[in-house]
């Protein structure tokens, strides 16, 4: 167990709505990542926050976003669902936002219909 | 752009033999690089880590890396496969200057009995 807990575990939903994943960090991690895993695309990096601000940007769509509230727990918004959004959503965080080791959380399969 | 190649998408041994799963990255200088593990509906799990201390690193459940910067390479081995070792494995490096953590495509490993 990584102390990171991510909330669904599934999530089922259909093309065109708006769902938001959680994510709450390990005790005393200030920074939190988020991941999408598909089998075409792989494991790619989407946003990270650090202390409620965003640090860094990786691939994330625009009807995608995510934010870091002040109790450090974060959610990600994705909006217009299609069908290609159906993937493996993995949160991570880490102590700063510098190099160190990020703990995983076990993920939220989002399925679109 | 940096990147990170595994090799082999695909590994299989037998109980007891020695395994290697390939890792080469785009040369840059001094870049951070990790070796992760993702077991079965798990999240992603730290196998080793190197950042510019020893280029033999070892990590947990008897798996070890090395460094090599000529080869440009971070190849996971471990001398004897034990069943719980079946994962998928993740190398990632991190760019120098930055803290963007690139993922390899994976190596799922096959532990036969």
């Known amino acids: 167990d990584s102390g990171v807990t991510q909330t669904p575990k599934h999530l089922i939903t259909a093309t065109g709505q708006r769902v938001t994943l959680r994510c709450s960090p390990r005790s005393g991690d200030l920074s939190v990542y988020w991941y999408q895993q598909s089998l075409d695309q792989g494991l790619q990096f989407l946003i990270q926050y650090y202390n409620g601000e965003e640090r860094a940007k990786g691939n994330i769509l625009e009807r995608f976003s995510a934010q870091q509230f002040p109790d450090l727990h974060s959610e990600l918004n994705l909006s217009s669902l299609e069908l290609g959004d159906s993937a493996l959503y993995f949160c991570?965080?880490?102590?700063?936002?510098?190099?160190?080791?990020?703990?995983f959380g076990p993920g939220t399969r989002l399925t679109v219909l | 752009a940096q990147s990170v190649t595994q090799l082999d998408s695909h590994v299989s041994v037998s109980e007891g033999t020695p395994v290697l799963l390939r890792c080469n990255y785009s040369s840059s200088y001094s870049p951070s690089l990790f070796w992760y593990v993702q077991h079965p509906n798990k999240g992603l799990q730290l196998l080793l880590k190197?950042?510019?201390?020893?280029?033999l690193v070892k990590g947990i459940n008897g798996f070890e890396a090395e460094f090599k910067k000529s080869e440009t390479s971070f190849h996971l081995t471990k001398p004897s496969a034990h069943m719980s070792d079946a994962a998928e494995y993740f190398c990632?490096?991190?760019?120098?200057?930055?803290?963007?953590?690139?993922f390899g495509t994976g190596t799922r490993l096959k532990v036969l009995a």
């Open positions: 991570a965080s880490s102590i700063s936002g510098k190099i160190n080791e990020q703990f």
């Open positions: 190197y950042t510019s201390a020893a280029t």
């Open positions: 990632v490096v991190i760019p120098s200057g930055t803290y963007k953590y690139i």
